[in-house]
T-cell receptor, first 115, second 113 residues
């Protein structure tokens, strides 16, 4: 009964490069959420996706950030032209229903370091 | 604008005693609340939740209390064990977008053997 999988666990990029973070939801879950945690802060909602649909991206920066959840394969959070301020832990969560008192289950996170 | 606040960044408790972690919120539209535990270099692990129609929910050693009038919830762990040492996050979601969890900044619990 595999949980939410994220890779890579650690990612180092130089300023201006692209970062791609992957998330495979728990089996049976079709709702995926991305959160970002800056040092000494709580997790902040970024985006909510279902297969082939972005439902809510209100927490995502308007520029350089994009997310997708294709019909086949993992969800991808893509950060173009990374800057030092993008250094953070990025967590993916999944849930079975997406509404009501649905509980989100989190992956181990990807720690992005921008040099 | 911190809508979910955990005002104690850290807490130390003796093994076997009760740990009480507190959380305050400002948005009266929140109607679902959760507690997550997080170990270093891992993702948050779901612990327990409570809906606003209840004022208490219990699961083994963990009990969450909700005081809607005070906009306050607390997590009680009894008896505390060294393995409970972790950062505990309180999260809330509004009725209008129940997927958009709003997290507090966390309380680091240390259970002393």
């Amino acid at each position: 009964n595999a949980g939410v999988m994220q890779n890579p666990r650690h990612l180092v990029r130089r300023r201006g490069q692209e970062a791609r973070l992957r998330c495979s939801p728990m089996k049976g879950h079709s709702h995926v959420y991305w959160y970002r945690q800056l040092p000494e802060e709580g997790l902040k909602f970024m985006v909510y996706l279902q297969k082939e649909n972005i439902i809510d991206e209100s927490g995502m920066p308007k520029e350089r950030f994009s997310a997708e959840f294709p019909k086949e394969g993992p969800s991808i959070l893509r950060i173009q032209q990374v800057v030092r301020g993008d250094s953070a832990a990025y967590f993916c969560a999944s849930s079975p229903i997406g509404q009501g008192t649905d509980t989100q289950y989190f992956g181990p996170g990807t720690r992005l370091t921008v040099l | 604008d911190q809508q979910v606040k955990q005002n104690s960044p850290s807490l130390s408790v003796q093994e076997g005693r009760i740990s009480i972690l507190n959380c305050d919120y400002t948005n009266s539209m929140f109607d679902y609340f959760l507690w997550y535990k997080k170990y270093p270099a891992e993702g948050p692990t779901f612990l327990i939740s409570i809906s606003s129609i209840k004022d208490k929910n219990e699961d083994g050693r963990f009990t969450v209390f909700l005081n809607k009038s005070a906009k306050h919830l607390s997590l009680h762990i009894v008896p505390s064990q060294p393995g409970d040492s972790a950062v505990y996050f309180c999260a809330a979601s509004p009725a209008s977008g129940t997927y958009k969890y709003i997290f507090g900044t966390g309380t680091r619990l240390k259970v002393l053997a």
